[in-house]
């Protein structure tokens, strides 16, 4: 069993920053993939950003240029330094860790608010 920790959220102002946390502990194995997805309210949740364990991101269009995903495979922990903030990427952030080849590997984290208002 693994659990994630999501850290980091809160209110921002538009234009604002904030960077995100997710630790993950327990039975976590190696070359997994991280993720970060939002859900706003009455939307479906919806992929931010992906790292491999290798470190290669690739981002939804809607934060490209202004999140950066990255991690620290020595304390499992994935992070999400998110920039330029509007009010449209208010949510729920979640992480997920997964390996692709097992199907049943795929964890959640308990989410962690983040409002953009003024």
């Known amino acids: 069993q693994v659990q994630l920790v999501e850290s980091g959220g809160g209110l921002v102002q538009p234009g604002g920053s904030l960077r995100l946390s997710c630790a993950a502990s327990?039975?976590?194995?190696?070359?997994?993939?991280m993720d970060w997805y939002r859900q706003a309210p009455g939307k479906q949740r919806e992929l931010v950003a992906s790292?491999?364990?290798?470190?290669?991101?690739t981002y939804a269009d809607s934060v490209k240029g202004r999140f950066t995903i990255s991690r620290d495979n020595a304390k499992n922990t994935v992070y999400l330094q998110m920039s330029s903030l509007n009010a449209e990427d208010t949510a729920v952030y979640y992480c997920?860790?997964?390996?692709?080849?097992?199907?049943?590997?795929?964890?959640w984290g308990q989410g962690t608010q983040v409002t953009v208002s003024s």
């Open positions: 327990g039975r976590v194995f190696r070359f997994n993939i």
């Open positions: 997920n860790l997964r390996v692709p080849s097992v199907p049943a590997y795929d964890f």
């Open positions: 790292i491999t364990y290798g470190g290669i991101a």
